[in-house]
């Protein structure tokens, strides 16, 4: 099936502008899917791109934005906190459904998985969710800049280093991380939920990913990813998932 593009804004959680890219099927969509990226990347990483071409190709509407201070979306890295994101990601379904497209599906990415699955439970109108490579708690994040929360502690915000890049945490983001049950809202969720993780994962341990199957309800589904990493950077490893990804919207969307 072919598909177009079209941008997409709107107010995020703190009011500045969010960006995001729209993949619009030819005919009448399938229903829509909101895809949410992980913690310090963007809606355009390939692991975002990949699905939504995938998804769309496969008659779904497809919004991928950029959460609060990320890539071409408004606003201020130090103010993004786990919160924010789920309110990002609210008013996203928000949007997509006032834009006529709807059921809605979420997919979530790393720590954007465990946004969706705090975002879930606000959104009616979601009739599945899928969480590739999530932890079990946004406080996993943790570990990387385990090395610099005292000094996040001392002065309410440092620089730490991820992925090669420069990025403030701030000491609000720190405590916004122990205000989330996420075991309870996924043992809650009463939505189906597809875990997908990577055997291999060395940023989150697909022990994490079972944890968030063990708590969920029925239905459910775990698919362990073989020969891939954590950002699905092998083009057959990410075709997996997609087939996976499709296969269980044709089922429960």
């Known amino acids: 099936m072919t598909q177009r593009t079209e941008q997409f804004t709107f107010p995020g959680s ?6 995001g890219v729209l993949h619009v099927p030819d005919g009448s ?9 992980c913690f310090t990347c963007s809606k355009d990483l390939h692991t975002m791109t990949r699905l939504a071409d995938g998804l769309a190709d496969a008659g779904y509407a497809v919004l991928r934005f950029d959460f609060t201070g990320l890539a071409d979306s408004g606003g201020d890295f130090e103010d993004k906190t786990v919160s924010r994101n789920v309110t990002d990601l609210v008013r996203a379904a928000t949007e997509l459904i006032k834009q006529g ?20 439970h606000r959104l009616k109108t979601v009739r599945s969710v899928v969480v590739l490579g999530a932890p079990s708690s946004p406080r996993h994040v943790e570990h990387l800049f385990a090395d610099r929360l005292e000094a996040i502690e001392r002065k309410g915000a440092a620089d730490v280093n991820i992925a090669g890049r420069s990025f403030p945490i701030t000491q609000e983001f720190v405590d916004d991380l122990e205000q989330h049950d996420q075991a309870g809202r996924v043992a809650d969720l009463d939505r189906p939920l597809l875990v997908l ?25 775990f698919v362990p990813l073989f020969a891939s990493d954590h950002l699905l950077t092998d083009r057959e490893a990410a075709e997996a998932a997609l087939t996976q990804v499709v296969d269980w919207f044709s089922r429960t969307l």
Do not use: N
């Open 14 to 19: 703190t009011g500045a502008e969010l960006a």
């Open 197 to 221: 993780h990577a055997v291999d994962d060395e940023v989150v341990s697909v022990d994490e990913g079972e944890r968030i199957f063990a708590t969920a309800r029925q239905p459910k589904a």
């Open 29 to 37: 969509a399938r229903g829509s899917v909101l895809m949410a990226h």
């Open 101 to 120: 497209y709807g059921p809605c599906a979420l997919v979530g990415h790393s720590l954007g998985g465990a946004a969706a699955l705090l975002a879930a």
